[in-house]
């Protein structure tokens, strides 16, 4: 799992008035499991229901960009 954020850092330092200081983030997640796409989905879509950081900012407008991926096990 990778998470990283695209941010404006005057905002983040509190130099001007920055409403949005945190603009977009991204999550890439490599998922390894015998499971099917539509599985993964909503094992996706489930996560960002009751994940209470995802929840917390995109109520604070922030936008998220995410990429799963499915991998078979070896």
Same mark, same amino acid.
Do not use: C, Y
């Given at each position: 799992?990778?998470?990283?954020?695209?941010?404006?850092?005057?905002?983040?330092?509190?130099?001007?008035?920055?409403?949005? %200081?945190?603009?977009?983030?991204?999550?890439? /997640?490599? =998922?390894?499991? @015998? +499971?099917?796409?539509? !599985?993964?989905?909503?094992?996706?879509?489930?996560?960002?229901?009751?994940? %209470?950081?995802?929840?917390?900012?995109?109520? /604070?407008? =922030?936008?998220? @960009? +995410?990429?799963?991926? !499915?991998?078979?096990?070896?």
């Amino acid at each position: 799992l990778t998470v990283w954020a695209e941010f404006d850092p005057s905002g983040i330092w509190g130099l001007h008035h920055i409403t949005k %200081p945190i603009i977009v983030v991204h999550v890439e /997640a490599v =998922v390894t499991t @015998k +499971e099917s796409e539509k !599985r993964l989905k909503a094992l996706r879509l489930e996560t960002q229901k009751r994940d %209470p950081m995802h929840n917390l900012l995109k109520k /604070a407008g =922030v936008k998220f @960009k +995410e990429k799963w991926t !499915r991998v078979q096990p070896s």
